[in-house]
């Protein structure tokens, strides 16, 4: 079956320029998560979607980011004027609902800013 | 709120040896603790979870074992292989909403 999907899988951009990052989770599920993994480190958490609402965005690193998802479905991470310290791999994961659930990740997308 | 401390941070051991990795959580009420595994390139795969009520769960070559009381939890790999080798993370479901990870254990299974 599809599992979580996300694009791009690479996006190289100059700083200061805008992007928007695209997950598509498992068919179904009701919760999406995304995270950010920096070089060799591990997981950090930015903001979970239980249906359309996000009741926690403590996560997110500055108000430069942002994130939405539409019809309980796709997400979309947005990161405004980007800067370089943002350069590393964004993954999404989905579960079928929030709470003590396995979370299935996505192959992430891996952002490079110039 | 949760921290999660993994280690080693690096792994070495000789093909068909046992690996051991430990990890520690500092919040009680935290109750589910997956292990993911994640190769070059490739988004993290759940290999074995264990939920609070339990203290060992076994799937083939793969057992994690939670120790409540101490607050810290293990993931043993048997009868290593060269496919082994990866980066591994542990983490900790925090206050039933958000995984709290480890900062991961890069294993070479040498042959």
């Known amino acids: 079956g599809a599992g979580v999907s996300q694009s791009p899988s690479n996006k190289v951009t100059e700083k200061g320029k805008d992007v928007e990052l695209r997950c598509d989770p498992i068919s179904g599920h009701t919760a999406l998560y995304w995270y950010r993994q920096s070089l060799g480190q591990g997981l950090e958490f930015l903001i979970y979607f239980q249906g359309n609402s996000a009741p926690d965005k403590s996560g997110l690193p500055s108000d430069r980011f942002s994130a939405e998802r539409t019809g309980g479905s796709v997400s979309t991470l947005t990161i405004q004027r980007t800067q370089q310290e943002d350069s590393a791999v964004y993954l999404c994961?989905?579960?079928?609902?929030?709470?003590?659930?396995?979370?299935?990740f996505g192959p992430g997308t891996r952002l490079l800013v110039l | 709120g949760e921290n999660v401390e993994q280690h080693p941070s690096t792994l070495s051991v000789q093909e068909g040896d046992s690996a051991v990795i430990k990890c520690t959580y500092s919040?009680?009420?935290?109750?589910?603790f997956p292990w993911y595994k994640q190769e070059l390139g490739k988004g993290p795969q759940l290999i074995i979870d264990i939920r609070s009520n339990v203290g060992e769960k076994k799937d083939q070559r793969i057992a994690v074992t939670l120790n409540k009381t101490a607050k810290h939890f293990s993931l043993h790999i048997t009868e290593t292989q060269p496919e082994d080798s990866a980066v591994y993370f542990c983490?900790?479901?925090?206050?039933?909403?958000?995984?709290?990870f480890g900062q991961g254990t890069r294993l070479t299974i040498n042959p």
């Open positions: 919040d009680s009420a935290s109750n589910y």
């Open positions: 994961a989905s579960s079928g609902y929030v709470g003590v659930e396995t979370q299935y």
């Open positions: 983490a900790a479901f925090q206050g039933a909403q958000k995984l709290v």
